[in-house]
């Protein structure tokens, strides 16, 4: 492949930030499925209500707001869900839990696209956002003019501060002990006097609220359609597989893995289509409990 | 005073009766053994009383309280707890980190998302972790992760864990199974040393262990009580050797 | 010949009549009117199809995309055929202004009009289940509907093989009467050759002569026969082809080909993208800067071949603003046919008509209008009423049916995207700016193959 390093350089940064929407919806799947053991399929939904009340908040009321309201929605949205729906299903089989979180996600992109329309509603990006980047003002080894879109690296932002987030809540307060501790064994916490369910609860909610924040700045950048979450919905499941069911770092991993095979086999278009796939299976053969996974699952 | 009143407790698995009938009161402070051979219920009975299994008939009475229908977070900060046959840690925490979570839900009750408290308000609760880790001999692996430590300073830390939210009643499941000797004697000691307060309810297969420690023996088998009384009473009874050589025929 | 009084429910009484009449009118109609007398017995022998139609109603069959993506716009589809059956039952609208026409307002031949609808989900699986379904079960004289041009293909082949016609809805790609052309379809919807000959021009004079353009082209039979078109003829006006990638059809991030295209020398991108695909890669250009862009010493511009109303309106004007590409039909146009629809289809519905709509209100009216003049619903007859069929007063200006391959040849107009200032309304995205008369974007049929095969199915 004959790369200049014009062109590496461009397809980096496009494999970061089309990795950064990806890790953001698989961070909140991979945080559900370790936590609460259950394998939400309507997680691209979610994204697609954050993407539909971002828009509309943001068209009505301008961006601020909508960045400021649609991730506590968004959580109220997911401890609903949580509690109405996906509590009655943990101790059921994972097949029954796909099918109805699916039907669910189907239900919820039919629900929208009735109200919105099939058509696709512009998102526009907010004025401080927009622009592009002069790569070649930053980036010694870049030779002419290069750019970059200013947004696209503010989601690469978002994504990272997100991730660190998670962690630092996880690594370094007393509720993240807790949940690290559950998801090594629930039931054992049980014993010790801690009631992990509504922690889980929880932490649904958060997975929800991750999912707000990435439809908050995806949104202008995936478009606002009914079809966008399912689209979606499928390559975050493929990365959680990946990067191990239930291990957020390999979630970021595989997330940004992915991001960086469709960014580099864009010219090729047979393999850009079936990558994704490619690398599933080619995990799946040959660790099969993810890249960072923990032994057991899928052993 | 009674401070367990298992009364009646019938609990069967499909066609299997597991337990049948159970009678059983625990005086308070005392050290309670529940023996017989395997397939007893002991377990069985161990679980209804952690909230794991519903039994089908009869109830509990823990300090006057009723137990059953109550989940198993609120049964340990009713003040049960339970010590597992392989020692109950989180392997991938420091010692410290395993025995502060059961503290602090001592202190909080089953559920409280206190994530922004001040260091200071914690600085006790951690003190008293400590104090936990202290003395059970586990202060030189304060900050190394509970994975490493070796089995009996698992077991250690276990109890470390148990003890860490005063439990008035402590339940044993087997505690010395797959030890050997010198570990055995040492869990004698630790369980003979603990605060006397506590009353100690331990299923054990090692008759050594339960002569060295109970003040009263409670003979289970094929889900009923069979026999009860004091170490001396239990040792030649006949009904408890026909239980156990029945076994050793089948 | 005096017992036509008798039997009123003989699906041949209006030939019986007409014939009548011709009688009555000179000795020569008579010699006239026996072949027909001959024929329509041998017409009677023969079922093809849903053919002979029983009864005083006669069916048609809408299949329009009413879930996934194209859903608005097979919405706006149905609104048009709905109208056109009221027209045809009733009078009004293009009946008024289409010519020649024999269209009564009694429905056809007769016949009350009725009709059933389908979903092709955008998907051809989906689409010929529905279409089959249609025919068998309700047994339609016609199908007529669809967005995209392999849903059309998939139906015309169907169609083609039960004996039925089928008229196109909105369907771009040359192969649809290209190497796909059937017996039993017809397309009055203009195709990505003719985009290419009716755009380049209007681009090489906007933008010189000294350009060189890259592709982004959307994978499936379309945007390959619109790629094919804009390369040659925008070569034929001396610009440069830097490159093409062809992108899968769910792609929604177009940023890695992008990319690839700010990284090569080309100063036009040419988005060979419809309907969602057309949204995101338009909306994904603008935001990398594109079309403050320059290179070459020149403005960086884009071209969207294909234009639509709703995708304009998905995209945004900011975005389209000064665009440039093609569109079959517009609601601005203010020749008499067109005016005479956009008036009804606002009064019945509140907006103005889309270039879907028009064409599918079109074919609807020219199918009703060629069982007129064929004076039966035998559809090989029929057929032979829509070949070479030249009319007028369905906008467009003078429209032949060219008999070769069943392509409507018309005028096709060039538009350009509104600024957002510059709108008037909610469907005011779009403005004209050149209508290209029909002649110039013919084209000999035979550079595409295919063959029509018989009259009569297999």
């Known amino acids: ?299 | 005073m009674a401070i367990l009143d298992i009364h009646q407790v019938s609990l069967s698995f499909g066609g299997l009766q597991a337990l049948q009938n159970v009678h059983l009161k625990i005086e308070k402070g005392s050290t309670h053994a529940l023996i017989g051979p395997n397939g007893a219920g002991k377990s069985t009975l161990l679980n209804v009383l952690t909230g794991m299994l519903k039994p089908d008939d009869g109830s509990v009475m823990f300090d006057g309280k009723p137990l059953l229908n109550v989940n198993s977070y609120d049964i340990n900060q009713l003040g049960i707890a339970k010590v597992f046959q392989t020692p109950a840690i989180f392997p991938e925490m420091t010692v410290l980190q395993n025995v502060t979570i059961p503290v602090f839900a001592a202190r909080d009750g089953s559920f409280n998302f206190n994530m922004f408290e001040g260091r200071a308000k914690q600085r006790p609760l951690i003190e008293f972790a400590e104090q936990q880790i202290c003395e059970l001999g586990l202060e030189d692996h304060m900050h190394d992760l509970a994975g490493s430590l070796s089995r009996g300073d698992k077991r250690r830390l276990e109890m470390a864990i148990c003890l860490a939210n005063k439990p008035r009643l402590l339940l044993l499941d087997e505690p010395t199974a797959g030890m050997a000797r010198h570990e055995t004697e040492k869990t004698i000691e630790l369980l003979k040393s603990m605060d006397d307060g506590i009353t100690k309810v331990i299923v054990e297969h090692d008759m050594n262990v339960v002569f060295s420690l109970a003040e009263k023996i409670s003979v289970l088998s094929q889900g009923q009580i069979i026999a009860e009384g004091s170490p001396n009473e239990i040792k030649g009874h006949p009904k408890v050797i026909e239980a156990y050589l029945g076994e050793a025929q089948v | 010949m005096t017992d036509v009084k008798s039997d009123k429910t003989n699906p041949t009484a209006a030939g019986w009549s007409r014939r009548d009449v011709l009688k009555a009118t000179s000795v020569g109609a008579v010699g006239a009117a026996t072949p027909m007398f001959f024929t329509q017995n041998a017409w009677a022998e023969k079922a093809i199809g849903n053919y002979p139609v029983n009864g005083s109603e006669v069916v048609l069959g809408f299949n329009v995309p009413q879930t996934g993506a194209y859903a608005d716009e097979g919405a706006d589809e149905l609104r048009a055929y709905k109208l056109a059956v009221k027209h045809l039952n009733n009078g009004g609208g293009m009946l008024d202004t289409l010519k020649p026409s024999m269209l009564k307002g009694n429905g056809i031949l007769g016949k009350k009009v009725t009709y059933v609808t389908g979903d092709t989900q955008t998907n051809a699986d989906a689409s010929r289940t529905s279409a089959r379904r249609m025919i068998e079960r309700d047994k339609v004289i016609m199908v007529t509907g669809g967005s995209s041009s392999g849903i059309a293909i998939a139906q015309q082949y169907l169609c083609n093989e039960l004996g039925i016609i089928f008229m196109c809805g909105l369907t771009h790609s040359n192969d649809t009467t290209g190497k796909d052309k059937q017996r039993y379809g017809f397309r009055h919807f203009f195709n990505a050759h003719m985009t290419g000959k009716a755009l380049s021009p209007v681009l090489s004079n906007e933008y010189g002569k000294d350009r060189r353009a890259f592709h982004l082209t959307a994978d499936y039979s379309w945007g390959h026969t619109q790629q094919e078109s804009m390369q040659e003829f925008t070569e034929k006006e001396g610009w440069g082809t830097e490159g093409n990638i062809m992108t899968p059809l769910k792609t929604t991030d177009f940023s890695q080909y992008l990319s690839q295209v700010l990284n090569s020398d080309a100063d036009v991108l040419i988005l060979n993208h419809y309907g969602a695909n057309m949204v995101n890669s338009l909306t994904n250009a603008v935001n990398f800067g594109m079309r403050d862009m320059q290179k070459n010493g020149k403005n960086l511009e884009i071209v969207v071949p294909l234009y639509s109303r709703l995708m304009a309106k998905g995209a945004g004007s900011a975005n389209i603003d000064g665009v440039l590409g093609t569109s079959g039909w517009n609601w601005a146009l203010q020749d008499e046919g067109s005016k005479v629809f956009v008036k009804a289809f606002s009064d019945e519905y509140g907006f103005p008509p889309s270039q879907a709509a028009h064409t599918c209100y079109v074919q609807t009216l020219l199918y009703a209008n060629a069982c007129e003049m064929a004076g039966t619903f035998y559809p090989p007859e029929v057929i032979k009423a829509l070949e070479d069929f030249e009319f007028t007063g369905a906008g467009n200006g003078p429209t032949l049916y060219r008999g070769s391959d069943h392509q409507c040849i018309k005028d096709i107009l060039v538009m350009q995207g509104k600024s957002p200032s510059a709108r008037n309304s909610d469907f005011d995205y779009l403005q004209i700016v050149d209508q290209v008369d029909a002649k110039t974007v013919d084209y000999d049929p035979a550079i595409f193959g295919g063959e029509l095969g018989p009259y009569e199915p297999a």
């Open chain 1, 1 to 299: 492949m004959d790369m200049t390093l014009n062109a590496f350089t461009l397809s980096v940064l496009t494999g970061l930030q089309l990795g950064s929407i990806y890790v953001l919806i698989a961070l909140g799947l991979t945080l559900i499925f370790g936590t609460l053991g259950v394998v939400n399929f309507a997680h691209g939904a979610l994204y697609l209500i954050a993407i539909y009340l971002a828009v509309s908040i943001n068209n009505a009321l301008g961006f601020g707001l909508a960045l400021i309201l649609v991730p506590p929605i968004l959580f109220v949205i997911g401890v609903l869900l949580e509690r109405g729906l996906i509590q009655r299903f943990y101790n059921r089989p994972h097949t029954d839990q796909i099918l109805v979180t699916f039907g669910l996600a189907i239900v919820l992109q039919e629900l929208l696209k009735w109200i919105f329309g099939a058509n696709n509603i512009p998102f526009a990006i907010p004025s401080w956002g927009n622009g592009i980047i002069m790569l070649h003002d930053y980036l010694p080894f870049l030779e002419g003019f290069v750019v970059y879109p200013k947004w696209r690296m503010i989601l690469v932002v978002v994504a990272i501060v997100t991730v660190s987030a998670v962690f630092a809540l996880l690594h370094l307060t007393r509720f993240g002990l807790v949940i690290r501790a559950g998801m090594r064994d629930a039931e054992m916490l049980q014993f010790l006097g801690v009631n992990i369910n509504r922690r889980f609860m929880i932490v649904f909610g958060l997975g929800a609220m991750i999912a707000g924040i990435a439809g908050v700045f995806g949104g202008p950048v995936t478009q606002v359609s009914p079809e966008v979450g399912m689209q979606l919905l499928v390559p975050s499941f493929l990365i959680v597989v990946i990067g191990g069911m239930g291990s957020l770092g390999g979630a970021v991993l595989a997330g940004i893995l992915i991001g960086m095979a469709q960014s580099f086999t864009a010219p090729y278009i047979y393999l850009n289509t079936i990558i994704i796939y490619l690398i599933t299976v080619i995990i799946l053969l040959v660790r099969p409990r993810g890249l960072l996974g923990a032994k057991g699952v899928f052993e």
